[in-house]
């Protein structure tokens, strides 16, 4: 009985769509698309042009944050009653960091079948690009939207020894940029700007470098900062045209190496001694205040034995 009821079920796909570049969607995400008895999207309006995109005309529905609950409850009927449902994301892969976690939980206790198709995704793009270390990384999903959570958030962050990436939307960037400069000014990150289109951007640096870059841009690009974990050291060279020359290739190479090394050398000692100017501000505070302390003990010394001179010159 239980098998049979299995077979009457329907199924649940997460189906990943592209992330701005409409030619990055799978064949099978397409196919499935099509053949599904309903498509689940975060807006409507985002998920019907998805769906133009690439010449399918299905039904669509809406999940958010808003109608999350009440939706589970009905779409988990539905599938029960033989429906195939696709989930899809605004843009890159379902539930990541989209609604949705709510129906695949429901789904999972339900023993209904679930079916993810992978695709493209922001995380891993950005993370392949910004030439990080990938052998472990942390992902720190979204800033809080007050500063001085924010500010608690990356200082949090400043001690992970992994890569770190973060998300946000377009036009928190500059306030985002500007509490890590806060944090971490010399910390080497990158930026990936509108990943996959045409008119994608990307940039290297330091924190405070890329934000004086961008701190008076109006931006609204989707955005990937990726940064470097504590006591590593990635920054990325800066080549000039005269290196590839093919003359004397040997001492330009030498010369890019120490120049690399140089780089990578400043930005330690900077990170060094902003955190070191607190530990020496605490160090001469504690000095002389044993300074004053040990001045004191002495003029009561002082004091002591010039009374005991007298009272001897008295008697």
Sequence with gaps: MEKKDKQKRGKLYIVSTHIGNREDMTLR?????????????????????????????????????????????????????????????????????????????NALLCDI??????????????????????NQFLYAGFPPRNSKDRHKFFQELSREPRTVVVYDTPYRLV????????????????????????????????????????????????????????NTNTAVRSFEDDDFDSEDSTDKTNKRERRYRDEIAKNRRRERTSVGKKRDFTKRNSKTNDKKINKHSD?????????????????
């Excluded at 690439?54 to 599938?79: A, G, L, P, R, W």
């Excluded at 289109?197 to 961008?214: A, I, Q, S």
């Excluded at 003029?299 to 008697?315: A, G, I, L, P, V």
Aim: glycine share 6%.
């Design 29 to 105: 995400a397409i196919e499935i698309l099509k053949l599904c008895d309903l498509v689940v999207c975060e807006d409507i309006k985002v998920g019907t042009k998805i769906l133009k995109e690439q010449n399918i005309y299905n039904k669509i529905d809406t999940m958010n944050e808003q109608n999350e609950s009440d939706k589970v409850i009905e779409f988990i009927q539905m599938i029960k009653d033989g429906k195939k449902l696709a989930v899809i994301s605004d843009c890159g892969t379902p539930i990541f960091a989209d609604p949705g976690n709510e129906l695949l939980r």
């Design 113 to 134: 079948d679930i079916i993810v198709v992978p695709g493209v995704s922001s995380l891993m793009t950005a993370l392949v690009r910004s030439g990080m270390p990938l």
């Design 175 to 230: 306030p985002v940029l500007e509490e890590a400069c806060k944090v971490m000014p010399y910390r080497n990150m990158y930026l990936g700007m509108n990943l996959t289109m045409p008119f994608e951007t990307n940039h290297y640096g330091t924190f405070t470098e890329v934000y004086d870059k961008l701190k008076n841009e109006r931006i609204k690009a989707e955005f990937v900062i990726v940064f470097e974990g504590m």
């Design 299 to 315: 003029d009561s010394k002082r004091e002591k034995r010039f009374s005991k001179d007298r009272n001897k010159k008295r008697k």
